[in-house]
Structure formats: C-alpha cells, structure tokens
C-alpha cells in the first residue's frame, strides 16, 4: 500500500511530459550505446592510435633530421676550419723549409765560389759565353730566352757551373774506368 500511496502522491504527468522525458531517456541511452559502442570498436581504436603513433613518428623524425642536418653543418664547419688551419701551417712550414734551404744552398754556392781557383772560375765564365753564343744561333727565340736565364744563373754562380763540370767529369771518369774493367 505504501507503494500505491507513493505513486498516488506525485502529479500525474501529461502525455507531452511523458514524450519528452521519453526522448530524453532516448537520446541518453543513444549517447550511452555510441559510448560503449566506440570503446568496444578495437579496429577503430586501433586505427587512432595507429594514427596517433604514425603523428609522434612523423613528428620524431622530423625532429631527428634536422638535428641530424645541424649536427652534419656542424662538422662541416669544423672540418673546414682545421682544413683551412692545417693549409696554413702547411704553407707556413713549407715557408720555413724554403728559406732554410735556400740559405744552404746559398752558403753552399758560396763555400763552393770561394774554393775554386781564380783561372777555374774564369774558364768557366769564358765557356759560360761561349755557350750562350752557340746556342743564341742555333736556337728559336723561346729557346734563347730559356738559354740566357740558363746562362744568367750560370753567371751569377760560376762555382755551381764548375761543381756540375766536377760531378759531370766525375761520372765520365767512372763510366771509362767500368768499360776498361770489362
């Protein structure tokens, strides 16, 4: 009886309230079943977070190739910079090497011009313009020019010409003596 009392208590409703709460009722249950519908869907839910993880991918490499890109200008730079420093040193070295040289062959040349006697070191000169004329007349012009910078230094440096007349007599001494002994 209570239960009838409890009914009996509340207003009656109208058919169009009845409706309504009908359709609200509906649609919630509607929302409720797509709800539970789309969590039971494993293929959908799959494929989004297959979607989600191809994102975070794509956005990953991106993120790696560019870094990769940085750090490949990065080393770049450095290996051009200690290029263009090892070039540096190498030409000052070679520098360095050329001048000591030089100064040797120079106190050389001149070790050599102070040991050579007087009469040697004219004959030398002598020959040195004699040859320059016999070839002045036998040869074409680029020839000539090369000959007189030849002749020049040969000038400039008597005893060079008399050491490459010793090491030139020297190896013809050598060459005689090797046919005799045969």
């Not at 009656?12 to 249950?29: G, H, S, V, W, Y």
């Not at 030139?168 to 005799?180: H, I």
């Amino acid at each position: 009886m209570s239960d009838d009392h409890t009914h009996a208590d509340k207003d009656p409703a109208t058919p169009d309230e009845l409706r309504e709460q009908i359709e609200a009722t509906r649609d919630e249950l509607g929302r409720t079943v797509e709800a539970l519908a789309a969590k039971a869907d494993v293929k959908a839910r799959a494929q989004e977070k297959t979607a989600e993880v191809k994102a975070r991918a794509h956005d990953k490499t991106a993120e790696v190739k560019a870094e990769a890109r940085e750090k490949a200008a990065e080393v770049k730079a450095n290996a051009q910079d200690r290029a263009a420093e090892f070039t540096a040193r190498a030409h000052d070295k070679a520098v360095e090497v050329k001048a000591g040289a030089q100064e040797k062959v120079s106190a050389v040349v001149h070790a050599a011009q102070d040991r050579i006697p007087e009469p040697v070191a004219q004959k030398a000169a002598s020959l040195t313009g004699a040859v320059e004329a016999g070839i002045r007349d036998v040869t074409p012009d680029r020839g000539r020019a090369e000959a007189s910078r030849a002749a020049e230094v040969a000038r400039r440096h008597p005893a060079l010409v008399a050491a490459g007349c010793a090491v030139l007599a020297y190896g013809l001494v050598r060459r005689y003596r090797g046919r005799q002994g045969r």
